[in-house]
């Protein structure tokens, strides 16, 4: 009786995952656009600008993002310097590295607290355009740069 009950339960739960309505959802969860879609096409429609290049700092962020990070600032004609904030003793080469940037990117989320507050003293002190992302994604990059790249 029980082993009858089991296989009732295991049917029913079976027929949960194939009805129409969660196909759907599943179809149509899986036709939107993801972050790698749209950072293509913003990439596509984006061309370099006839102005000097710019030196874009990126405070913070992960590593393995980088590379994106680098080729979103160079398809907008600018150069990237970035700075692995996690550390205290990283403060000699964010003091260099501020001096030569026109924009600073900050990720607090991906820096240490003594290197957030010598970005904003620094960004204050010497009227830099400074821009702090809540999310450590290319999407959110992008945006960012496209604010800084539109103001600037």
Known sequence: MAAARARINWASSRSAWTTPSSRQRVKRACTRPSSRDILRDQLAGVHAHDDAPR??????????????????VEARGG??????????NCLP?????????DVVILQPGFAC??????????????GVRCIRLDKSCALAFAQGLDGAFGEV
């Open 93 to 101: 080469a964010l003091v260099d590295a501020l001096a030569q940037a």
């Open 55 to 72: 030196h874009v700092l990126c405070v913070g962020g992960r590593a393995r993002q980088v590379p994106v990070y680098r080729s979103l």
């Open 113 to 126: 607290r003594g290197a957030c507050l010598a970005v904003e003293a620094h960004c204050a002190r010497h």
């Open 79 to 88: 150069r990237l310097a970035h700075v692995d904030a996690v550390a205290a």
